[in-house]
């Protein structure tokens, strides 16, 4: 769908903005504002009248750019504590501290309940002035942060990045009329509702190629490829029949090493821009490894952890945290590598057998054996020895190929649709991006779109 454009325009002066309609105003962004006040910590929750729901940065919803419907933390707040700093409907909150590399600091989100909260010290409260939309406001931030505006007012002394806030509401920003406020608002509101729809459909899809992946890899490493094949009782409640001349063993018995990294003496201080690749737990997944996010460590320090060294063919599993039981095979052409502690590094005995074993650590029977082999009430992690434990159905040789052959065909088709899907949420919100940037900008008129609206 195309929008038109108003009929003039003039150059505003500023560059994130270029031209602007004629009869729009350009001044900073405190102008929009009574007040920002920073947010309070308080005290744990006592069970009195002065608890309070406390929003954190970890509770705004970036996508919806409003605060989560649900918020966890209860703080305890005195009367005299949260005067002023009580949130109302309406009010912005700008995140002031935290942020990281991808996500900087300085994200906006508008509050919309009307149910009392404070907003944690990471967080300030903006009271808008009067004549203000809140929820265009709220695009607007969101149109400035997509371009890095919040850059500039970025201090960073430690590992934690703080917001001038002062200098961030001094940068300048485009002031429609109230009506064409709300006009735009209402606008965005319907459009990136349509396309977020679609972003969830498609992130619907992914979760359903998902399962039908391991459906397809759990079925052929349990039950073979022939279906007429004779069974015969494996004596393990949960894996049930297995084919006969399948052989039911413990991972331990296949492997010549069972063991993980450590973390360097000095930490994430120890990392290089080049040198050897130090693989964390976030690199590693089901479908193989990742290197987006990847980092290095020297020689020097890979040849202090020799023993965490990493081996093409090696099979890796993560063993703590949220993504405990991901695993997957180093490629034969993986560059030189090291482990952290949260990364088990498995080696088998018969090289031949890897591919096969690394299909079997990604099926259903034995994830629900790594999540019932977690250490402890507080789900702690993997030892090496309940690693060791872990129970597999291995078929002849011969089978294990024709297996492994037939689950590389099956789950390439699956991944190729599941990359499609990734890449049309890219661009839908890529193109939730530019809409709210054209609109709030003034590059697109949006006053005549009442139809539009009502579009599906």
């Known amino acids: 769908m195309s929008f038109p454009a108003y009929e003039e325009y003039k150059d505003s002066g500023v560059e994130w903005l270029e031209k602007v309609p004629e009869h729009w105003v350009v001044d900073r962004f405190k102008r929009s504002t009574v007040s920002c006040r920073n947010g309070i910590w308080g005290s744990e929750a006592q069970g009195d009248e ?14 919806s750019l409003t605060t989560c419907d649900d918020i966890p933390t209860t703080r305890n707040v005195t009367e005299s504590e949260r005067a002023e700093r009580t949130l109302s409907q309406g009010n912005l909150l700008l995140e002031k501290s935290g942020g990281g590399a991808l996500q900087p600091v300085g994200f906006v989100v508008l509050y919309d309940s009307f149910e009392p909260a404070v907003c944690s010290n990471f967080v300030a409260k903006v009271e808008l002035a009067d004549g203000m939309n809140p929820s265009y406001w709220r695009y607007c931030h969101a149109a400035a942060y997509s371009i890095r505006l919040n850059y500039r007012s970025i201090k960073q ?26 006009a735009i608002a209402s606008f965005l509101d319907s459009e990136t509702s349509k396309i977020d729809s679609l972003v969830d459909e498609q992130r619907r899809l992914i979760e359903l190629l998902k399962e039908k992946r391991q459906a397809v890899i759990s079925h052929a490493v349990t039950k073979g490829l022939d279906p007429n094949a004779p069974m015969k009782e494996s004596s393990i409640e949960w894996l049930g029949e297995v084919p006969e001349g399948w052989t039911v063993t413990k991972l331990g018995f296949l492997s010549s090493k ?43 320090v890979d040849e202090e952890m020799a023993i965490s060294r990493v081996e ?27 482990v952290n502690q949260h990364v088990c590094i498995i080696r088998l005995e018969d090289p031949e057998q890897r591919e096969f074993v690394a299909m079997v650590m990604k099926a259903s029977v034995t994830k629900s054996q790594i999540d019932a082999a ?26 294990q190929q024709a ?25 839908l919100q890529e193109r939730r991006t530019a809409l709210i940037s054209a609109a709030v900008t003034g590059k697109i008129d949006v006053r005549n779109h009442s139809s539009a609206l009502s579009m599906n």
């Open 258 to 300: 069972i063991g993980s990294g450590k973390t360097p003496r000095g930490g994430s201080e120890t990392y290089v821009d080049e040198g050897v690749l130090f693989v964390r737990s976030q690199n590693v997944y089901d479908e193989g490894l990742r290197l987006e996010d990847v980092v290095f460590i020297s020689n020097e």
């Open 50 to 63: 002065n608890d309070i729901k406390c929003v954190r940065v970890a509770d705004f919803d970036r996508e």
């Open 157 to 182: 002394t430690t590992g934690i990045q703080n917001l001038d806030q002062s200098q961030y509401l001094d940068e300048r920003a485009p002031f429609p009329p109230l009506p064409e406020q709300t």
């Open 374 to 399: 977690q250490n402890g009430a507080a789900r702690e992690g993997l030892n090496f020895e309940r690693i060791r434990q872990l129970r597999l159905a291995v078929p002849p040789r011969v089978e």
């Open 403 to 427: 297996i492994v052959s037939l689950i590389d065909s099956e789950t390439s088709k699956i991944d190729a649709m599941a990359t499609l899907a990734e890449r049309a949420i890219e661009l």
């Open 312 to 338: 093409n063919g090696d099979i890796l599993l993560n063993i703590t945290g949220a993504s405990l039981g991901r695993t997957c095979l180093v490629p034969e052409d993986s560059p030189s590598s090291n």
